[in-house]
């Protein structure tokens, strides 16, 4: 059974860092694209970050360059997103996800971690 199970969400001040991790099992993850996902109150979901499991070459969402992070570690099958200088407007339920190459959207989907970013 495939899991995807995020922790690390939390209240933190404005300019405050934190980090989010993905637990992935089930399957093998060879030649899937790993990244994060969030929606904040009232919006849609939207694309963060994303990284590919074997090079392991990234991209970000222009809101989040150079203040976000994602890394993997193949070993340990986790996927984790730095989060630095964090800004109200993070606000927002996190989604760790896994898509194939041949897939528009992802394949699976995590059930979220939520991070707020107020005073």
């Known amino acids: 059974q495939v899991q995807l199970v995020e922790s690390g969400g939390g209240l933190v001040q404005p300019g405050g860092s934190l980090r989010l991790s993905c637990a992935a099992s089930?399957?093998?993850?060879?030649?899937?694209?790993m990244g994060w996902f969030r929606q904040a109150p009232g919006k849609e979901r939207e694309f963060v970050a994303g990284?590919?499991?074997?090079?392991?070459?990234?991209e970000y969402t222009d809101s989040v360059k150079g203040r976000f992070t994602v890394t993997k570690d193949n070993d340990k099958n986790t996927l984790s997103l730095q989060m630095n200088n964090l800004k109200p407007e993070d606000t927002a339920v996190y989604y760790c996800?896994?898509?194939?190459?041949?897939?528009?959207?992802?394949?699976?989907w995590g059930k979220g971690t939520e991070v707020t970013v107020s005073s």
């Open positions: 996800a896994a898509r194939r190459p041949t897939s528009y959207q992802p394949d699976f």
């Open positions: 990284i590919g499991w074997i090079i392991g070459d990234t």
């Open positions: 089930g399957r093998t993850w060879n030649g899937y694209i």
